[in-house]
């Protein structure tokens, strides 16, 4: 059950969608809507444009999965690292959000297969640190709970950080940072790089190779994560995943990437 904090967090907003079955009505399909947790403000993947509607990569891929589905799509609007616990509670149906498929997380929730390949990154302010190798004795951001979370902690010490400042979303984040109080960020890249490319007083300075990939979360062993992998292999195969990654990254996607090749859905090792 939830507590009084919890649901003043959770805003749900509905999101247009792709006509659906002919024959359903909205009654119907208001019922039998696919919850969506994610977490608004994480760009290129799911934030809002200027009119105050919900858009990304993430969310035009959720409303062609629920078309293939015959159903719309709810999106519950959580903090990153409470989308887990949504997911296993069977709050949402399923969550997305550049979630990251990892064999710890595998241990407790589900994934469909992969639909982006990713690294981490640090993003730092005007005249500030090159890379890395810099940040010794200084302070580096985070979101909280996130892969760039985990990797900070885990090689805090290679790198000499004096602090590791975490965060909800990638917004508040980026204030501290342009103000100086914090002197670097490490998160996913593709995400950084579209948030920067207009903000000359930021700058990507260094990749940090990592090899995640990303894709959709769900109870374990939800028959829903089944079907949703069966649904990502057509929108492979008929191009649909290849023409939103060039939308949104200007860019089409290099052969071999999980973008366009059908693969295995994830499984605990």
């Given at each position: 059950?939830?507590?009084?904090?919890?649901?003043?967090?959770?805003?749900?907003?509905i999101?247009p969608v792709?006509?659906?079955?002919?024959?359903?009505?909205a009654?119907?399909?208001?019922?039998?809507?696919?919850e969506?947790?994610?977490?608004?403000g994480?760009?290129p993947?799911?934030f809002?444009?200027?009119s105050g509607?919900?858009?990304g990569?993430e969310?035009?891929?959720?409303?062609a999965?629920?078309?293939?589905?015959g159903?719309?799509v709810?999106?519950?609007n959580?903090?990153?690292?409470g989308l887990?616990?949504?997911?296993?509670?069977?709050?949402i149906d399923?969550?997305?959000s550049?979630?990251?498929?990892?064999?710890?997380?595998l241990q407790?929730v589900?994934f469909?297969?992969p639909?982006?390949d990713?690294d981490q990154?640090l993003?730092v302010?005007?005249?500030?640190?090159?890379?890395l190798?810099?940040?010794?004795?200084k302070?580096?951001?985070?979101?909280t709970?996130?892969t760039?979370d985990m990797?900070?902690?885990?090689?805090?010490e290679?790198?000499g950080?004096?602090?590791?400042?975490?965060?909800e979303?990638?917004?508040?984040?980026?204030l501290d940072?342009t103000?100086g109080r914090?002197d670097?960020?490490?998160?996913?890249?593709?995400?950084?790089q579209?948030?920067?490319?207009?903000k000359?007083?930021?700058?990507?300075?260094?990749?940090?190779?990592?090899?995640?990939?990303y894709?959709?979360m769900f109870?374990?062993?939800?028959?829903?994560a089944?079907?949703?992998?069966?649904i990502?292999?057509g929108?492979k195969?008929?191009?649909?995943l290849a023409?939103l990654?060039?939308?949104?990254?200007?860019?089409?996607?290099?052969?071999g990437?999980?973008?366009?090749?059908v693969?295995?859905?994830?499984?605990?090792?």
């Amino acid at each position: 059950m939830q507590d009084n904090r919890e649901k003043k967090m959770l805003r749900k907003f509905i999101v247009p969608v792709w006509v659906v079955a002919a024959g359903a009505g909205a009654a119907a399909q208001a019922q039998d809507a696919l919850e969506v947790g994610a977490n608004i403000g994480n760009v290129p993947w799911e934030f809002q444009d200027e009119s105050g509607e919900f858009v990304g990569f993430e969310v035009e891929l959720a409303n062609a999965v629920a078309s293939q589905l015959g159903r719309e799509v709810e999106i519950v609007n959580i903090p990153f690292n409470g989308l887990f616990s949504a997911v296993q509670s069977g709050r949402i149906d399923m969550a997305m959000s550049s979630i990251t498929i990892t064999d710890e997380r595998l241990q407790s929730v589900s994934f469909a297969q992969p639909y982006y390949d990713s690294d981490q990154s640090l993003t730092v302010g005007a005249e500030g640190p090159a890379s890395l190798d810099e940040m010794k004795d200084k302070v580096v951001g985070v979101d909280t709970g996130s892969t760039g979370d985990m990797w900070a902690t885990e090689h805090a010490e290679d790198y000499g950080f004096a602090d590791i400042r975490r965060y909800e979303g990638l917004q508040p984040a980026m204030l501290d940072l342009t103000a100086g109080r914090i002197d670097g960020y490490i998160s996913d890249i593709p995400a950084l790089q579209y948030y920067v490319k207009d903000k000359p007083a930021l700058e990507v300075v260094q990749r940090i190779e990592t090899g995640e990939k990303y894709s959709f979360m769900f109870a374990k062993d939800a028959e829903l994560a089944t079907e949703v992998n069966e649904i990502l292999s057509g929108l492979k195969e008929d191009g649909t995943l290849a023409e939103l990654h060039e939308k949104w990254f200007g860019a089409a996607p290099e052969a071999g990437t999980s973008t366009v090749t059908v693969l295995d859905m994830p499984s605990a090792q």
